[in-house]
């Protein structure tokens, strides 16, 4: 029987059951799961077999030993003991990767140099060779896990996460990685609709991970197959003869799989760019005449009628933070239904998400939910069957409506004016202090009131937020009809001069619309200028109040300058700009209705029109065309939205995905001395890493929150990124 190892095989949050039977199929021995994997046991031919044909998995640890980490001693003689020459040559390279704390390790990186040193001294001996450290081309990589004082000591098979395959190697940050499409699709059942001659679907394909996750799927071709090197090629422990005895098994089996009925892979997007990196991705994947895609919008999605009876449609949609972006998405959902319900009954729907409720647009009655989570951000793959039977009258995302003032629990009521008074109180004071006009009052800080309570002047701006699922919607009215009651005698403002805007269930298109057609604007004063908001008609007032310091920063940093505001909203930032010296400025964006708002602040402040122009245009093309040389500027403010799918846009804009593709084209037009701030409001939002290679990258989110915003710190984040010198 050939010697056994004890492995511990790693994946992402909510994909452990799924890793487990995968692991089993291999022919490894379930020993216990973890939150994010799997300990097992087998042979090194099942190590290498889970390397090669894992979907599931990030990484395959080898175990070595398990060593007492509480104090520094311990942790280095245990260390030591490990026969690390069996592994590593006393010539060869090595890294460590630590990962945990504890009261002695209080950072990673002093955890890895002790496990570090421990190894050099065992290898080195009493000579003077010695291992050397090489993070970027180790021989062999060291994984060193700390949890409640003891630490994993293994050797890492994989290399690079085994969901990188090999096919995806243009820069981005993809919105779906290659193990969590391959979990989506075995929780959708796409092997055995595959395997009864189903085909499969996804109208919103980005560029492609889930299509070439179910073809090298359905055509049984190993997903490590196209890998140019694995972590264990120059461990010492390494069994050339049995690995290239898988690599064969991989390719025999590549090419039986190629010999019977082929599914037909179909994918969509509405984004030219996206489908030509599609495209691309097919191709470093061996797969093209397999894989179909091409530019077809959720709206024009049709059958083709050489389509299986049955089958897979798989799709993962953009998310939206702000309630105007997920209106435009609950239009998508409800376009998505209409399509699959139209074109392809009898077939499976699935929609993996991270805003679950919009899947009651869609109109079908889910069966399924699996919980997972697509990097940090918790999603859920919703599974419909496609069938007159589970058709249901498609819900949409809740507007703003009225409320009429009403108290029903005096105490509770008592609670809320008690805590509007101690912010009045505090925040009244600063506020004054500051000579700040607009500003948050509260801000959800009571959980039995969801709200936002914002003042404008004399005006009081309410928004209620979308109630946690434990409080019914009967209850949350009734909370919301006492806050009514409570703001105008505690704010001591007629009832009529507080506007609420509410979340509540509507029909038909009603939401998509104008709030309201009232056309009463206001003055009011920021920083010395004079803006004009709307509180009724519009989802949003006109002016984001969690970006004040943002705008300060700009006006004191704008003399002399030639300022860009992409995605300009309503201009207030150019305002603060012109406020602060700005020699010129271009501000753009897509909505007409906000461009002839963005001139009139301007003009209200008396900026020169011929010097600081404001216009009409798709921001993401404009940035996608070659700078002309008047197009250099000294200073970019660029907040564009989470989600948008105008009908004015060229494709789809998802921040998540295109940021870094937009900070590049923005830096194009940056001066040598300039500085891009880069803000947005995506809560789970993560800057790619590879930005910071190429510019000088800071976070100033902590100084762009003034004090009415510091209970709610994830409101937005926010860089400056500069050229570097």
């Given at each position: 029987?050939?010697?056994q190892?004890?492995?511990?095989?790693t994946c992402?949050?909510?994909?452990?059951?799924?890793?487990?039977?995968?692991?089993?199929?291999?022919?490894?021995?379930?020993?216990?799961?973890?939150?994010?994997?799997?300990?097992?046991?087998?042979?090194?031919?099942?190590?290498?077999?889970?390397?090669?044909?894992?979907?599931?998995?990030?990484?395959v640890?080898?175990?070595l030993?398990?060593?007492?980490?509480r104090?520094?001693?311990a942790?280095y003689?245990g260390?030591?003991?490990?026969p690390?020459?069996?592994?590593?040559?006393?010539?060869?390279?090595?890294?460590?990767?630590?990962?945990?704390?504890?009261?002695?390790i209080r950072?990673?990186?002093?955890?890895?140099?002790?496990v570090?040193?421990?190894?050099?001294?065992?290898?080195?001996?009493?000579?003077?060779?010695?291992?050397?450290?090489?993070?970027?081309?180790?021989d062999?990589?060291?994984?060193?896990?700390?949890?409640r004082?003891?630490?994993?000591?293994?050797?890492?098979l994989?290399?690079?996460?085994?969901?990188?395959?090999g096919?995806?190697?243009?820069?981005?940050?993809?919105?779906?990685?290659?193990?969590?499409?391959?979990?989506?699709?075995?929780?959708?059942?796409?092997p055995?609709i595959a395997?009864?001659?189903?085909?499969?679907?996804?109208?919103?394909?980005?560029?492609?991970?889930l299509l070439?996750?179910?073809?090298?799927?359905?055509?049984?071709q190993?997903p490590?197959?196209?890998?140019?090197?694995f972590?264990?090629?120059r461990?010492?422990?390494?069994?050339?003869?049995?690995?290239?005895?898988?690599?064969?098994e991989?390719?025999?089996?590549?090419?039986?799989?190629k010999?019977?009925?082929?599914?037909r892979?179909?994918?969509?997007?509405?984004?030219?760019?996206?489908?030509?990196?599609a495209?691309r991705?097919?191709?470093?994947?061996?797969?093209?005449?397999?894989?179909?895609?091409?530019?077809?919008?959720v709206?024009?999605?049709?059958?083709?009628?050489?389509?299986?009876s049955e089958g897979?449609?798989?799709?993962n949609?953009?998310?939206g933070?702000?309630?105007?972006?997920?209106?435009?998405?609950?239009?998508?959902?409800?376009?998505?239904?209409e399509g699959?319900?139209?074109h392809?009954?009898?077939?499976?729907?699935?929609?993996?998400t991270?805003?679950?409720e919009?899947?009651?647009?869609?109109?079908?009655r889910?069966?399924?939910?699996?919980?997972l989570?697509?990097?940090k951000?918790?999603?859920?793959l919703?599974?419909?069957?496609?069938?007159?039977?589970?058709?249901?009258?498609?819900r949409?995302?809740?507007?703003?409506g009225?409320v009429r003032?009403?108290?029903?629990?005096?105490?509770r009521?008592?609670?809320?004016?008690?805590?509007l008074?101690?912010?009045?109180?505090?925040?009244?004071q600063?506020?004054?202090?500051q000579?700040?006009?607009?500003?948050?009052?509260?801000?959800?800080?009571?959980?039995?009131?969801?709200l936002?309570?914002?003042?404008?002047?004399?005006?009081?701006?309410?928004?209620?937020?979308?109630?946690?699922?434990?409080v019914?919607?009967?209850?949350?009215?009734?909370?919301?009809a006492?806050?009514?009651?409570?703001?105008?005698?505690?704010l001591?403002?007629?009832a009529d001069?507080?506007v609420?805007?509410?979340?509540?269930?509507?029909s038909?298109?009603?939401?998509?619309?104008?709030q309201?057609?009232?056309?009463?604007?206001?003055?009011?004063d920021?920083?010395g200028?004079?803006?004009?908001?709307?509180?009724?008609?519009?989802?949003?007032?006109?002016?984001f109040?969690d970006?004040?310091?943002v705008?300060?920063?700009?006006?004191?940093?704008?003399?002399?300058k030639r300022?860009?505001?992409?995605?300009?909203?309503?201009?207030?930032?150019t305002?603060?700009?012109?406020?602060?010296?700005?020699?010129?400025?271009?501000?753009?964006?897509?909505?007409?209705?906000?461009?002839?708002?963005a001139?009139d602040?301007?003009?209200?402040?008396?900026?020169?029109?011929?010097?600081?122009?404001?216009?009409?245009?798709?921001c993401?093309?404009?940035?996608?065309g070659?700078?002309?040389?008047?197009q250099?500027?000294?200073?970019?403010?660029?907040?564009?939205?989470?989600?948008?799918?105008?009908?004015?846009?060229r494709g789809?804009l998802?921040?998540?995905?295109?940021h870094?593709?937009?900070?590049?084209?923005?830096?194009?037009?940056l001066?040598s001395?300039?500085?891009l701030?880069?803000?947005?409001?995506?809560?789970?939002?993560?800057?790619?890493?590879?930005?910071?290679?190429?510019?000088?990258?800071?976070?100033?989110?902590?100084?762009?929150?003034d004090?009415?915003?510091?209970?709610?710190?994830?409101i937005?984040?926010?860089w400056h990124?500069?050229?570097?010198?």
């Amino acid at each position: 029987m050939a010697e056994q190892h004890e492995y511990f095989v790693t994946c992402p949050r909510g994909m452990d059951n799924l890793l487990q039977e995968e692991l089993v199929s291999f022919g490894l021995h379930p020993l216990k799961t973890a939150p994010a994997g799997v300990w097992v046991r087998g042979g090194l031919a099942e190590g290498y077999r889970a390397c090669l044909w894992s979907r599931l998995a990030n990484r395959v640890l080898l175990h070595l030993a398990t060593v007492d980490a509480r104090s520094n001693e311990a942790l280095y003689q245990g260390v030591y003991d490990i026969p690390w020459e069996e592994h590593l040559k006393v010539t060869g390279k090595f890294r460590v990767v630590f990962s945990g704390t504890n009261e002695l390790i209080r950072n990673t990186q002093y955890g890895a140099q002790k496990v570090k040193d421990a190894v050099v001294d065992r290898l080195r001996g009493k000579g003077t060779v010695r291992p050397s450290v090489d993070p970027k081309d180790p021989d062999i990589t060291v994984s060193a896990r700390l949890h409640r004082g003891q630490v994993e000591l293994a050797i890492d098979l994989s290399g690079d996460s085994l969901h990188m395959r090999g096919y995806r190697t243009e820069k981005g940050i993809a919105p779906v990685r290659e193990n969590l499409a391959s979990a989506l699709l075995l929780r959708a059942g796409w092997p055995d609709i595959a395997g009864d001659g189903g085909d499969f679907v996804d109208p919103m394909c980005g560029s492609g991970t889930l299509l070439i996750e179910a073809a090298l799927m359905a055509l049984d071709q190993a997903p490590g197959r196209l890998r140019k090197q694995f972590g264990f090629e120059r461990w010492l422990g390494h069994q050339p003869d049995l690995w290239l005895e898988l690599r064969q098994e991989a390719e025999r089996r590549a090419w039986e799989g190629k010999q019977g009925r082929l599914p037909r892979i179909i994918g969509y997007d509405q984004d030219s760019r996206v489908i030509a990196t599609a495209w691309r991705n097919i191709a470093r994947a061996g797969l093209e005449g397999l894989i179909h895609v091409e530019v077809r919008s959720v709206e024009e999605f049709r059958r083709d009628g050489q389509w299986a009876s049955e089958g897979l449609v798989l799709v993962n949609p953009p998310y939206g933070e702000r309630l105007s972006e997920r209106k435009e998405l609950g239009a998508l959902y409800q376009q998505l239904g209409e399509g699959v319900r139209e074109h392809l009954q009898g077939w499976r729907l699935g929609v993996f998400t991270g805003v679950p409720e919009l899947g009651h647009a869609i109109g079908l009655r889910s069966h399924r939910q699996y919980r997972l989570f697509n990097g940090k951000i918790p999603a859920q793959l919703l599974l419909f069957d496609i069938n007159d039977d589970n058709a249901v009258r498609p819900r949409e995302m809740s507007t703003p409506g009225e409320v009429r003032p009403r108290i029903s629990h005096p105490e509770r009521a008592k609670m809320l004016e008690n805590r509007l008074r101690k912010n009045l109180k505090s925040l009244g004071q600063w506020a004054r202090k500051q000579d700040i006009q607009c500003y948050r009052l509260y801000d959800a800080d009571m959980p039995e009131f969801a709200l936002a309570i914002d003042i404008y002047g004399d005006q009081v701006h309410v928004q209620e937020y979308a109630a946690p699922k434990s409080v019914d919607e009967k209850s949350a009215r009734e909370r919301l009809a006492e806050a009514m009651a409570v703001i105008p005698e505690v704010l001591d403002v007629p009832a009529d001069h507080v506007v609420c805007k509410q979340r509540q269930r509507q029909s038909g298109t009603r939401q998509y619309e104008k709030q309201d057609a009232t056309g009463e604007f206001m003055e009011v004063d920021e920083l010395g200028s004079r803006l004009k908001v709307n509180l009724r008609d519009y989802l949003d007032t006109g002016l984001f109040l969690d970006h004040r310091p943002v705008r300060r920063w700009i006006r004191d940093h704008a003399s002399g300058k030639r300022f860009l505001n992409l995605f300009c909203y309503t201009g207030a930032a150019t305002v603060q700009a012109v406020a602060g010296g700005a020699s010129r400025s271009l501000s753009l964006d897509m909505s007409n209705t906000y461009v002839d708002w963005a001139r009139d602040n301007l003009a209200l402040n008396g900026a020169d029109p011929k010097r600081h122009l404001v216009e009409q245009a798709d921001c993401t093309a404009w940035l996608a065309g070659k700078p002309t040389p008047d197009q250099r500027f000294d200073l970019i403010f660029m907040d564009p939205p989470t989600f948008s799918n105008s009908a004015r846009m060229r494709g789809v804009l998802d921040i998540q995905r295109d940021h870094g593709r937009l900070i590049e084209q923005a830096m194009a037009r940056l001066t040598s001395d300039g500085v891009l701030v880069f803000s947005n409001n995506f809560r789970r939002f993560k800057l790619d890493e590879n930005l910071s290679e190429r510019y000088e990258v800071k976070d100033v989110t902590a100084s762009t929150l003034d004090r009415d915003f510091q209970r709610n710190p994830k409101i937005h984040q926010c860089w400056h990124i500069r050229h570097k010198v």
